[in-house]
């Protein structure tokens, strides 16, 4: 079964980057449709980027133009590299197969206003 570990969050201005990093173990990523989710308390997880060998890449409106995900496959580690950050992408950062599995523990991103 494939597992995820999620690392790169931390705190930032708003306007500032951050790079969220998801190593894989148990799986390719070079062969899944991968995604990168946030969740804040009291709502659900939210897709804001995807990876797939099929289609590509796919962004959330809101993130679309700052977000870009992307993926090493030597490494079987999908990336997110994250700019012109605002205070409403506060959240914690998970990242998971698009057919669903186990989740890992996430990585908390705050932006400051």
């Known amino acids: 079964q494939v597992q995820f570990v999620e690392s790169g969050g931390g705190l930032v201005q708003a306007g500032g980057s951050l790079r969220l990093s998801c190593a894989a173990s148990?799986?390719?990523?070079?062969?899944?449709?991968i995604g990168w989710y946030r969740q804040t308390p009291g709502k659900q997880r939210e897709l804001v980027a995807q990876?797939?060998?099929?289609?590509?890449?796919r962004y959330a409106d809101s993130v679309k133009g700052r977000f870009t995900i992307s993926r090493d496959n030597a490494k079987n580690t999908v990336y997110l590299q994250m700019d012109k950050l605002k205070p409403e992408d506060t959240a914690v950062y998970y990242c998971?197969?698009?057919?669903?599995?186990?989740w890992g523990q996430g990585t908390q991103v705050t932006v400051s206003s």
């Open positions: 998971n197969k698009l057919s669903g599995g186990s």
């Open positions: 148990g799986s390719t990523v070079s062969s899944n449709a």
């Open positions: 990876i797939s060998p099929i289609w590509g890449t």
